[in-house]
């Protein structure tokens, strides 16, 4: 019985770590430019729905996600901009975290009609450090791994750079 509750009582200590630093991490929103990962170009806006819980809303320039012109039949050409979502979980303390995440996209033409070797949706994940601060500056770099929808996979390097307030 003993060992049980000692069991307990470290799982219980290891578990909420954070409860017993001096001073909460103070996780911010931020705007940053992205260059690389789930698209070439894209301009995002984070904020926080928890402590260490993200939800990032992004407009992606020159994304992989494509519009296709009447005369082609495969791999489109004209890159249009596209909405992203992304949710991301944040290991660590003060300035310094993993992050991990996933989102989707969706392409902004959904009057085209896409062929069966392509889809509107894409998928991302992200596996990345990040360094944010309050009213200062904000930088993340990682792997941004991308999936459209029966078309292809990507594993992307990203870099982002921008403002946390």
Do not use: C
């Amino acid at each position: 019985m003993k060992r049980m509750l000692l069991l307990t009582v470290l799982i219980w200590i290891i578990s909420n770590g954070d409860a017993f630093s001096q001073e909460p991490d103070k996780i911010v929103t931020a705007l940053y430019l992205e260059i690389g990962g789930k698209g070439f170009f894209g301009f995002n806006v984070d904020f926080p729905l928890a402590p260490k819980s993200r939800l990032t809303l992004g407009l992606t320039a020159l994304d992989h996600e494509f519009a296709k012109r009447p005369t082609e039949t495969e791999y489109p050409t004209m890159a249009l901009p596209t909405p992203s979502v992304m949710f991301l979980q944040l290991f660590g303390k003060q300035r310094h975290y993993f992050e991990t995440g996933v989102g989707v996209s969706i392409s902004p033409v959904p009057w085209k009609e896409y062929s069966p070797n392509d889809s509107m949706l894409s998928l991302h994940a992200a596996l990345g450090y990040r360094y944010q601060v309050s009213s200062k500056f904000f930088f993340r770099a990682g792997v941004y791994p991308f999936y459209r929808i029966n078309w292809m996979f990507l594993p992307l390097p990203g870099v982002s750079l921008g403002y946390s307030w």
